[in-house]
């Protein structure tokens, strides 16, 4: 028992800090369908997408690499990073 409080108790500090530092929310069906479409116009296949710091985010792979590309809410690409 004295094993297990410590434990549980660091866990219920450690749960929500996480939850805050990674601020990652459901992107809706049309915006998805949006992105993916866009993408797929410049020759990505898009594996998955989702919001994180204000921006969309999508993982892609083109010409066998994978990529990060930023979206910003206009639907203009920020950024792209080959992902190693």
Do not use: C, W
């Not at 204000?54 to 993982?59: D, K, R, S, V």
């Amino acid at each position: 028992m004295t094993r297990i409080l410590p434990a549980a108790l660091a866990l219920a500090i450690a749960l929500p800090g996480m939850a805050l530092a990674s601020p990652v929310t459901p992107v809706s069906e049309e915006t998805q369908t949006a992105i993916r479409t866009m993408l797929e116009a410049e020759g990505y296949e898009v594996r998955q997408i989702q919001t994180e710091d204000g921006m969309f985010e999508a993982y892609a792979l083109k010409n066998g690499q994978r990529y990060e590309i930023y979206i910003d809410a206009d639907m203009q690409i920020v950024r792209t990073k080959r992902d190693d």
